[in-house]
């Protein structure tokens, strides 16, 4: 929903009905994650995709008919089967596409959602999409951390558990479909509770204000992270020189780092790049990213750097201790082999290792391989 808020929050505020679809569960090499959504506006308007194309159609009439009756449908489009299907997708995988109404009347939390998001604070949305009893159908809990849930999916004891799932799903950054049973048990079956975790955005921080990191911020950007370029020198650290970075920070690495992680602002989302090569900058700030455990253990740490530099920065670093262990989460060379050469095709480099270690791709061919193209996150 994230990448269609704006748009809804138009409508919303407006005073209009939207029509809104939005995949609550994937199977096999499905196109498109939970929480991916299309709107269907008041003018007919198509905002957003569920599928990348393959049954946009079929949400999009689904959408109609349910803001005309204002009955909520959880619909399931997969393998084309007239007896099990009502759409094929191209790819093989297999969509679950919850499709509502919303207006202020049915969702008069949306706005202060859409704020805490645009704020870059924490939330989370909790809806029922299958229940046996058609009055749970579309009831909503707001989770925010700290606070006391807003709404009620029906009972204490069902939004105790979703509570307490929604937090979890929210520290990773993450959405999905959880069951449970028609009154919250959690063993059981009946109920299925969709969450939006809205999260601030990951970070990456590239430490080394050279023509690479410009590259590397720009790519970040692109990917939707919040870039941070961190560098001891004052004349090279530069908004001017790194436009697309969301801050440019004059300092030494280690020394800001160990800060960001004292503050509470590093997550197991966040990635860090580390193009200095140069040891009195890159050996310091490695010994503490290295060293990271527990929620402020980053997901990917990479180092520049040719051979020699990276044989000579492994001495150095098991010189101060760093064990074999804490030394294999540290990607050096950075990035994967893709023959790069110029700033922009290292920097696509970097993100390709980023992505296949978030995913568990493999960095091969996908034509030189067989199974899933679609991965489930790590």
């Known amino acids: 929903m994230r990448e269609v808020m704006r748009e809804l929050l138009e409508w919303w505020e407006a005073g209009e009905t939207v029509g809104v679809g939005t995949v609550v569960a994937t199977f096999q090499s499905a196109p498109r994650p939970p929480g ?34 204002g009955v909520p449908v959880l619909a399931r489009y997969g393998v084309s089967d ?20 919303v207006s202020r009347e049915t969702f008069s939390e949306l706005g202060e959602i859409a704020a805490d998001v645009a704020a870059g604070r924490p939330v989370a949305l909790a809806t029922v999409v299958e229940h046996p009893d058609p009055a749970w159908l579309g009831r909503r809990v707001v989770v925010r951390p700290g606070e006391q849930p807003v709404g009620s999916l029906g009972s204490a ?29 959690r063993r059981g079956e009946g109920m299925r509770v969709f969450v939006w975790g809205f999260a601030p955005k990951p970070r990456m921080l590239v430490f080394g204000a050279i023509d690479f990191a410009a590259a590397v911020a720009r ?62 900058f890159d050996v310091p ?45 540290l990607s050096s060379p950075i990035g994967l082999d893709l023959g790069a050469r110029t700033p922009e095709e290292t ?3 970097i993100a390709a290792e980023i992505i296949a270690g978030r995913w568990g791709g ?17």
């Open 347 to 349: 920097a696509v480099s």
């Open 36 to 69: 991916a959504s299309m709107l269907v506006g008041p003018d007919g308007t198509a905002v957003g995709s569920v599928s990348g194309g393959c049954v946009e159609g079929a949400v999009y009439e689904e959408a109609q008919l349910v803001v005309e009756s």
């Open 285 to 329: 700030l490695l010994e503490v990213a290295l060293r990271l455990t527990g929620e402020s253990r980053p997901a990917y740490v990479g180092a520049m750097g040719s051979r020699r530099t990276h044989d000579d920065r492994m001495a150095r670093l098991r010189e101060a201790g760093l064990t074999d262990d804490e030394l294999a989460l």
């Open 82 to 101: 007239d007896d099990a299907f009502a759409v094929g997708l191209t790819c093989g995988g297999i969509l679950d596409v919850y499709v509502e109404k």
């Open 157 to 185: 004891r069902a939004d105790d558990a979703v509570r307490d799932d929604a937090l979890g799903l929210l520290a990773h950054g993450q959405s999905a479909t959880l069951a449970y049973g028609p009154d919250g048990e």
């Open 219 to 280: 790519v970040g950007s692109f990917l939707g992270y919040h870039v941070t370029v961190c560098d001891a020198r004052p004349v090279f650290a530069t908004n001017s020189r790194f436009p697309e970075a969301d801050e440019v920070i004059v300092d030494w690495p280690h020394r800001y780092l160990a800060a960001e992680v004292e503050a509470g602002r590093l997550d197991q989302r966040t990635v860090l790049a580390v193009l200095t090569h140069d040891p009195k």
């Open 362 to 378: 493999t960095g091969e061919r996908l034509a030189g391989t067989a199974g899933r193209i679609h991965h489930d996150v790590v």
